[in-house]
């Protein structure tokens, strides 16, 4: 491994634990807030369905009570992060839906009352790259101001066939432009992509990767499909049953996927976990801590970097 890869400790890879560490001095707990928003692919807008393999709660299945002011979740969360976090810092995390989409004057307010609330050093946000116009643009230039800004876009994937088999709702430029958008006014980009799509090979897969590499985005989230209770896609797999990854087969997936990620990329996600009540496929999953002592124990015992080096984004020495 080259000096800057193995600066980042056992993990052998960019993780969002040393990036918070390295720049923050400590670790930062998220904090999951639901802030009474909807999405564009729920409301009529686009769609009433929304993502075919989104949960009733919007992604945020793990998020507060939207019904309690945003001090009052964070308070919560705190409380059920207070046996395994003495810290004092934390990112608020607008999770649930689509966090952008809503009147401004509403996301004004829920915003501030987040960044306001004493120990939160962060603000992210996952939303659409749909649900970016100016106004809004304008207001996380002004929030950023404050404390750093973190957008989540969810892209998914880049290939036409599975965007429209995920009910996405927008063409690839859009998600170019909104990236540029953010860049221009300093914000970082985190982004979504789902591995594991039925019509989707490894090559397809990291396909995907290799667009990123190419992209001023500064971190990513890779999960594996999950298939929950009361979706479009448990339908879908009740008629139409397609293969899941197993555990085994993940690892190799995500290893290559690492492999020709830009070291530059936080990592902030791995896996996922659907809630154990809904989860239907994959069963693995649900044994959070063994599947990331897994994935530490693969990363360990492979050569996932291959002696690889960059270019522009792109992959061009590998010994």
Not at 66 to 88: F, T, V
Not at 192 to 209: N, Q, R, W
Not at 232 to 261: M, N, W
Request: glycine residues 8%; aromatic residues 10%; charged residues 20%.
């Amino acid at each position: 491994m080259t000096p800057a890869r193995t600066r980042w400790g056992e993990k052998r890879y960019y993780s969002l634990d040393y990036y918070l560490k390295e720049t923050y001095g400590k670790k930062l707990y998220k904090i999951a807030l639901d802030g009474g928003m909807t999405c564009p692919n729920r409301d009529g807008t686009l769609g009433y369905g929304g993502c075919i393999f989104c949960s009733a709660g919007g992604s945020g299945d793990f998020a507060g009570n939207r019904n309690q002011s945003i001090a009052c979740q964070l308070d919560s969360g705190r409380k059920l992060l207070s046996d395994k976090y003495r810290g004092d810092g934390y990112i608020a995390y607008f999770q649930a839906y689509t966090g952008t989409y809503g009147p401004l004057s509403h996301l004004r307010q829920v915003f501030t009352e987040a960044l306001q609330y004493p120990s939160v050093e962060v603000l992210s946000i996952a939303t659409r790259p749909d649900c970016l116009p100016p106004d809004v643009l304008s207001l996380l230039t002004e929030l950023s101001h404050w404390k750093p800004v973190w957008i989540e876009l969810g892209l998914q994937t880049i290939h036409p066939e599975s965007a429209d088999f995920i009910r996405r709702g927008y063409e690839l430029p859009v998600f170019e432009q909104a990236v540029k958008n953010l860049r221009s006014i300093g914000i970082s980009v985190i982004v979504h992509v789902i591995l594991g799509l039925p019509s989707e090979d490894t090559k397809s897969m990291l396909a995907t990767i290799d667009y990123l590499n190419t992209l001023d985005i500064q971190g990513i989230k890779l999960t594996l499909l999950h298939i929950l209770k009361g979706t479009d896609l448990a339908v879908y797999y009740q008629r139409k049953p397609f293969p899941i990854l197993t555990l085994e087969e993940y690892l190799v997936l995500l290893g290559k996927c690492i492999s020709r990620l830009r070291p530059d990329i936080v990592i902030h996600r791995l896996t996922g976990d659907g809630p154990k009540p809904l989860l239907i496929e994959p069963k693995w999953t649900v044994h959070k801590r063994f599947v990331l002592n897994q994935i530490q124990s693969y990363f360990k015992s492979h050569d996932i970097w291959q002696g690889r080096s960059y270019t522009n984004g792109r992959i061009t020495h590998s010994l």
